[in-house]
């Protein structure tokens, strides 16, 4: 199978901390390949410098062809933009020098996919965080890129939107494209994901990485950002259409719910995470 990009002894520092250190990894044509690790291990840097984004401090990036077209959904899509998504989208599509009748039958089947439709002429500045994330996700998928590469693409959506999602991954692996990701919640690529790498301690294994603690994922509605910001025992929190996910560690879901359950807010679904399984 044809290899699409190699990195090479990649290193990253941010002032005095090293982020990355001396990661290596090769993607061929049609593969899945997830980047997995906590919170600040470094996963998103290293997604921006496979997208070329960002540059390592060291290390080299090798590309098949110098123009392969690739396809980047950032872990926080803008939401501060002023256009439409039919507005953005055709832009994103004739910058990639889609055909006007390409870009029209492309968007219109994207759109409806996603179920943005009727949301196709609001500024994407008004619309929730999932709808926003949708628009973010059709403007990689536009151009049928070569190489996609996904920051946490589930983050606010909700799950019908999901599984399209899977759906529109696997027939773009059939076209050709081969996928980078990093996510939170395992089981729900499981089943199209070839290969698994973990950073820790800034370097890229194919060792498990083993959690302390077990995690839960703790659903609520009824509360706001403010209300948990000081809730430091919160490894990671994500928003939905009218509710928020905090992942926490087993040992301090009590307190957590405990808190909730003081603030008024409702409890809508707790359950186990499990980031190791086999």
């Not at 110098?66 to 989208?89: A, C, D, H, S, W």
């Not at 070569?146 to 693409?153: N, R, V």
């Not at 999602?165 to 996928?179: C, N």
Request: glycine share 8%.
């Amino acid at each position: 199978m044809k290899q699409l990009i190699e990195l090479r002894h990649i290193n990253k520092k941010y002032g005095k901390k090293t982020i990355l250190y001396d990661m290596s990894l090769s993607m061929n044509e049609k593969q899945i390949i997830a980047i997995l690790g906590g919170n600040g291990s470094g996963k998103s840097t290293f997604l921006r410098i496979a997208a070329g984004v960002e540059r390592p401090d060291s290390g080299q990036i090798v590309y098949a062809d110098k123009n392969i077209r690739t396809g980047y959904v950032p872990e926080r899509f803008p939401n501060y933009l002023r256009f439409t998504p039919n507005e953005y989208l055709h832009y994103t599509g004739r910058i990639s020098g889609i055909s006007e009748d390409g870009i029209k039958q492309r968007i219109s089947s994207l759109l409806h996919r996603f179920q943005l439709d009727k949301w196709s002429d609001r500024r994407i500045s008004t619309l929730s965080k999932g709808n926003i994330q949708k628009v973010g996700i059709i403007q990689a998928i536009l151009p049928q890129p070569e190489l996609l590469i996904l920051d946490e693409p589930l983050s606010g959506l909700d799950f019908p939107a999901q599984q399209e999602l899977i759906l529109i991954l696997g027939e773009l692996r059939e076209r050709g494209t081969s996928i980078l990701l990093t996510y939170h919640e395992a089981p729900v690529f499981e089943e199209i994901v070839d290969q698994t790498y973990y950073i820790k301690a800034g370097r890229l294994t194919e060792e498990r990485i083993q959690e302390k603690d077990a995690v839960k994922l703790i659903e609520v509605k009824g509360l706001k950002d403010k209300d948990v910001q000081e809730w430091n025992e919160i490894l990671h929190k994500e928003r939905r259409e009218n509710s928020m996910l905090l992942y926490v560690n087993s040992e301090n879901s009590d307190q957590i719910l405990s808190r909730i359950l003081k603030l008024q807010g409702r409890v809508e679904y707790v359950g186990n995470i499990d980031f190791n399984k086999e």
